[in-house]
């Protein structure tokens, strides 16, 4: 769920006035849809129906259930995509019109509240109608809008929505620039949640519908922080749609992790207008705070309720907080006033086949895997991620730059516009979030003029007008508050070393581009001579051990040198393999690939974290050898990675030597420098290291020469969540060919066929797909109903795998 979780009716205003009664109709063919709770918004992501490649001239038979020949409208849940998009094609993803609708009912009790329609994310240029009637119309991909539904509907009687979108380009339209020239894709379709907001008339706003700078919704801020105390400022608006006044009280409550009330606050509203809106503060005292960090991301509940004159709830919002200051200095970044450097990496928010598509679940397991791979920060390029990721990031302890849409293109008025109203929707949307610390209100390496980045950057500070904790950022080094160039916009070998202006400094992209088109790094006489395939970081999982060491030694390299001047931290480009509209490959920069594999790049980085685990258990001593320790004819080096003080490392069973971290130019300022033991030949053998914190031994990792190939391993992602019926989820298989003693075999490409046999679920992906690096991947998406799936992978001369997954109820 959203931080911004909602529950529009509370219990009270149920028991007063009873359930929504919202049912979907019979769709065509009979099946019956199912009846939707307004506890429950999310509910009303099923029973949709979805259609593209049709004349995209809206009449009535658009809103009519009889059959059309010319629109065949198939079922659909969301989140969707209007395509499963291939994973590498000679063809740009799917562009053009598609429609949804949804059939549905309401009592006519139930007009006399708000009904309104939430779209967390329509690609990008939205027309709602209601019964044949267009009611709104947004630009914009990435940021929600509501529509307000209720002097339209149909009471008991059988209503239709429908939406038109189109995500064509559209120079207008963040980040506008065409998609043949774009370096990443922005999909289509209704890939984010949909709620039905039902709410008294005397209700809690909304920040974006509100559209009022530093107002609308709830707004938290906290002053005086300590472990001993601080104070939480709540700041509501309330509006009041009746035809009368109306008084109005506002209840806030907060919970501790254990649903324990430590803070309460009861105030009186002014008395309300029809249809006007005010403002209400509150002042909460906390006692002994538990502070929130990555290390230990506490949060409390904040629960905020309309009272009407006689004490009866009458709207609710909750959302989750975390008590912490932050400050950024020419020096460093300060988390409650403990200097932290921040170590991070770039998210493109995009799946294989699935495209935007991502369920709650799915979002949160992307950021399970950025805090497994060690880091503490990642920044959202190059646009507003779901808020969902974001509850994940302030849930898993990791520290966010929020950023709006844009890369390379800078428009007109009509584009400038919306990328100044990005801006604003974004801070609205999301600044109750703990986790975020910088907002890029700048478009990405774009030549922006400088009213627009005074623009951009003062309109931050007037939707957060606070002295404190509130910074801005930008590639380039005027009017932000911190400046975040890439490290390839300097040249090397010094790159950013010498920057001596009083601003804090952030590398917030490295790793990929130096080694890419430059001869990079500071050892320039040893990348001269090197091809651009052997010295890019853009390296698949199946091109090999070399390839991967290869990129494994970029990124340490990089990252090493980065600790050499001023930068405050740095971000790696990047988490995830994704796709580009204007190539037809995969940008296989990523430290885990696009089915969120690990590369050996990935166990690099999760050796700069711990030894110590934090709250959740991230950070535990680890060891790994970045070897398929496949034979050789002469000694060669073999490189491990650890946090650890020792690494002993063993050739069947005898110890080749036991010795401390490297002290070369590519680790002298790491926290923890990677190991480099020299093997010798081998034909078949197994490589076993021994990591020794205080003299004993903390962990360990084996690699055995592989065999021929024998049978199939299956397993799945779970990344801290279960597969979830009735959401949409899907999970990652995967399908390992392995030898006799069940060692990975890395070369193999074998064709493997998935199946479900039991169970509803359904697998997406080429099928059957080929190995690379010897592990086949599809996805498994759950069904609407909860329980056990049974899958099988099968290849040609191997024996069958079987494995069981059970879905869970959301």
Aim: with cysteine; charged share 20%; proline share 7%.
């Amino acid at each position: 769920m959203s931080s911004f979780r909602r529950a529009f009716l509370s219990p009270q205003l149920l028991a007063l006035s009873g359930l929504l009664a919202l049912a979907a109709c019979t769709r065509p063919g009979g099946t019956a849809g199912r009846t939707a709770s307004a506890l429950q918004p999310e509910t009303f992501n099923q029973d949709w129906e979805f259609v593209k490649d049709v004349d995209t001239a809206v009449g009535p038979t658009f809103f009519a259930r009889t059959a059309d020949a010319a629109r065949p409208w198939a079922a659909v849940g969301l989140p969707h995509t209007p395509r499963l998009e291939p994973v590498v094609t000679t063809a740009r993803q799917w562009q053009g019109t598609c429609f949804y609708r949804r059939f549905f009912r309401v009592a006519a009790a139930d007009t006399a509240r708000r009904v309104a329609i939430r779209f967390e994310g329509a690609m990008q240029e939205a027309d709602v109608y209601l019964n044949g009637r267009r009611l709104a119309h947004h630009q914009g991909g990435y940021l929600p809008f509501t529509v307000n539904l209720t002097p339209y509907l149909r009471p008991g009687a059988e209503n239709c929505l429908l939406v038109k979108l189109n995500n064509q380009d559209n120079p207008a339209i963040p980040p506008g620039k065409p998609l043949k020239d774009l370096d990443f894709n922005y999909y289509g379709g209704l890939y984010r949640p949909v709620q039905l907001v039902v709410q008294d008339r005397l209700r809690l706003t909304d920040a974006v519908e509100s559209g009022r700078v530093a107002g609308g919704g709830l707004l938290l801020r906290y002053e005086n922080v300590s472990e001993q105390q601080a104070t939480l400022h709540l700041q509501a608006e309330i509006r009041n749609d009746y035809r009368t006044d109306r008084a109005a009280r506002l209840r806030t409550v907060v919970l501790d992790a254990g649903g324990k009330e430590v803070a309460r606050a009861l105030t009186d509203a002014p008395l309300l207008t029809p249809g006007g809106a005010t403002l209400v503060r509150q002042t909460l005292p906390l006692t002994q705070p538990k502070l929130w960090t990555p290390t230990r991301p506490y949060l409390y509940r904040v629960v905020t309720e309309v009272l009407d004159d006689k004490g009866r709830a009458l709207d609710r919002q909750e959302l989750t907080t975390g008590v912490r200051t932050i400050r950024f200095a020419p020096e460093g970044f300060y988390l409650n006033g403990q200097k932290t450097r921040l170590r991070g990496t770039n998210r493109h928010q995009e799946y294989p086949y699935l495209a935007y598509a991502l369920s709650d679940e799915m979002q949160y397991r992307d950021a399970w895997k950025i805090k497994e791979a060690g880091f503490n920060f990642v920044r959202c390029s190059h646009y507003p991620p779901s808020p969902a990721f974001l509850q994940a990031c302030d849930e898993l302890g990791l520290l966010v730059m929020n950023s709006i849409p844009g890369w390379q293109f800078f428009g007109a008025e009509d584009f400038q516009r919306n990328s100044l109203q990005n801006v604003r929707d974004m801070v609205r949307r999301d600044r109750n979030h703990p986790s975020i610390v910088l907002w890029e209100a700048a478009l990405n390496e774009t030549d922006m003029s400088k009213s627009f980045m005074d623009q951009a950057h003062q309109a931050v500070h007037e939707e957060l007008p606070f002295p404190t904790d509130v910074y801005t950022c930008g590639w380039l080094d005027y009017a932000y508050d911190v400046f975040i160039p890439a490290r390839q916009h300097a040249k090397a070998p010094d790159y950013w070393h010498k920057y001596n202006k009083q601003k804090p400094i952030l590398l917030c992209e490295y790793g990929d581009w130096e080694y890419y088109a430059q001869n990079a790094g500071f050892n320039q006489t040893a990348y001269a001579g090197l091809k651009e395939a052997e010295r890019t970081s853009r390296q698949l999982r199946g091109q090999g051990e070399r390839a991967l060491i290869q990129q494994a030694l970029n990124f340490q390299e990089a990252h090493n040198d980065n600790f050499i001047g001023p930068a405050i931290g740095d971000a790696n480009w990047l988490q995830f393999d994704y796709k580009r509209g204007y190539a037809p490959d995969i940008e296989s920069s990523g430290i885990m690939d696009i089915y969120r594999l690990p590369k050996f790049a990935f166990y690099f980085y999760q050796s700069q974290y711990g030894p110590t685990p934090d709250a959740q258990g991230f950070g535990k001593p680890m060891v790994y050898v970045a070897s398929y320790a496949q034979a050789s004819t002469a000694p060669r080096q073999v490189r491990v990675f650890s946090n650890c003080a020792e690494v002993e490392l063993q050739l069947n069973g005898k110890p080749l030597a036991r010795q401390r971290p490297d002290q070369d130019r590519y680790s002298d300022h790491l926290a923890h420098p990677s190991f480099t033991f020299t093997v010798p030949p081998f034909s078949t053998g197994t490589l076993r290291a021994v990591a020794y914190l205080n003299g004993q031994a903390a962990a360990e990792h084996t690699r055995r020469t592989p065999g021929p190939a024998h049978h199939l391993q299956l397993r799945f992602d779970r990344s801290g969540r279960d597969l979830t019926a009735d959401r949409q989820d899907a999970v990652f298989v995967y399908a390992t060919v392995v030898d006799a003693q069940g060692t990975p075999v890395p070369d193999a490409a074998t064709p493997i066929r998935f199946a479900v046999t039991a169970g509803d679920a359904e697998l997406l992906g080429d099928n059957p797909v080929a190995a690379e690096a010897g592990i086949a991947t599809l996805l498994l998406r759950a069904g609407r109903t909860p329980g056990t799936v049974q899958l099988t992978a099968s290849a040609e001369g191997l024996p069958a795998a079987t494995l069981s997954v059970r879905s869970v109820k959301p």
